[in-house]
């Protein structure tokens, strides 16, 4: 938030203090208006006068044009004699004072600073008593309508999620946003919901991952009175609701061997089975090549162990499950 005026802070609002809410239109700050006002004062005197000066110069000009009526010449009179270019001097200066009247009531009107939007102060960086300068920093502030979080996407998370993308021919188009959960350890676990709501323009250069935008709306409104807010700056973990997938193999993420392999029972054997992962996370992992439904999974932790081994499965037997899934 910056002051278009420069002037000495008279009076600021009791929430312009750093975390303090505000509502739109909220004066936050005043600045010493009186030597604006008298600039007020003296751009309005300087008016009158123009407009003034404007009216005698009309009159001069119907003077001069009866003058030359009045000694038989025909015609229009050249402009010199009929004081055109007086009279288009004494318009200009009238529009010029409104300018500058205008000008000085816009300048009066800054030395009230309002709030834009309904938000919350991020930081104080003024007080009482000091002076500002136009266009210098006196807050930083933000709405608590909405709050935004940018979420980076791994290359391989991209073909599950219908991602909110925006082209220049279906701008307006509507589209169903992904829902995203924020969860937060900070304290005690906390939860907030919202939507995917547009993507970054660019793959980060850096680490090649596509970055989202999670909106949260109204966090601090009735909704969000059984828990914390969420604040600028926290960290967060998101979890995006995907594509739904038909058939799909999932199992946990304990059953795989260094990445790459997992062991079956069949037959009362032991047998090692290389796979491909199609997604992962902390948990789960959706299998793309390698098994088949109803096959046993071994779930046990196993040390070293050769495949051909005999097993007997003493209690409880987990399968690969087929069924619908979802990212």
């Not at 750093?18 to 909220?26: H, I, M, R, Y």
């Not at 010449?73 to 004081?83: D, F, K």
């Not at 989202?212 to 600028?232: F, N």
């Amino acid at each position: 938030m910056v002051p278009q005026v420069a002037g000495k802070v008279v009076r600021i609002s009791p929430n312009f203090r750093n975390g303090g809410f505000f509502e739109a239109g909220e004066l936050l700050l005043e600045i010493d208006d009186r030597d604006y006002r008298a600039r007020v004062n003296s751009a309005r005197a300087n008016l009158i006068e123009s407009r003034q000066l404007l009216i005698q110069e009309q009159a001069q000009v119907k003077q001069a044009k009866d003058d030359w009526v009045r000694l038989g010449n025909r015609g229009q009179p050249p402009t010199l004699v009929s004081r055109e270019p007086q009279l288009k001097a004494a318009q200009a200066k009238v529009l010029a004072a409104e300018a500058q009247l205008d000008t000085a009531q816009a300048n009066l009107e800054r030395t009230r600073i309002v709030a834009p939007y309904a938000g919350r102060m991020l930081e104080k960086k003024v007080d009482v008593g000091q002076v500002v300068n136009a266009n210098s920093a006196i807050a930083s502030i933000y709405a608590v309508d909405t709050v935004e979080v940018r979420l980076p996407l791994k290359n391989r998370d991209l073909a599950y999620i219908d991602l909110p993308e925006i082209l220049r021919v279906n701008k307006d188009r509507q589209q169903t946003l992904p829902a995203v959960e924020l969860i937060s350890e900070l304290g005690k676990s906390e939860h907030w919901q919202g939507k995917i709501v547009r993507t970054e323009g660019a793959i980060d250069a850096a680490s090649q991952q596509l970055y989202v935008i999670a909106q949260i709306d109204d966090p601090y409104g009735e909704t969000a009175r059984d828990r914390q807010p969420l604040k600028i700056g926290q960290y967060v973990r998101a979890e995006i609701s995907g594509r739904r997938l038909k058939q799909a193999l999932v199992i946990p993420n304990n059953a795989i061997y260094q990445g790459s392999y997992v062991y079956l029972v069949e037959q009362g054997t032991l047998r090692r089975r290389n796979i491909d992962i199609a997604w992962q996370n902390d948990n789960q992992v959706l299998i793309k090549k390698g098994l088949k439904a109803g096959e046993l999974l071994v779930l046990t932790p196993l040390g070293q162990v050769a495949s051909g081994t005999a097993v007997r499965i003493v209690e409880g037997v987990v399968a690969g499950e087929q069924a619908e899934a979802s990212e």
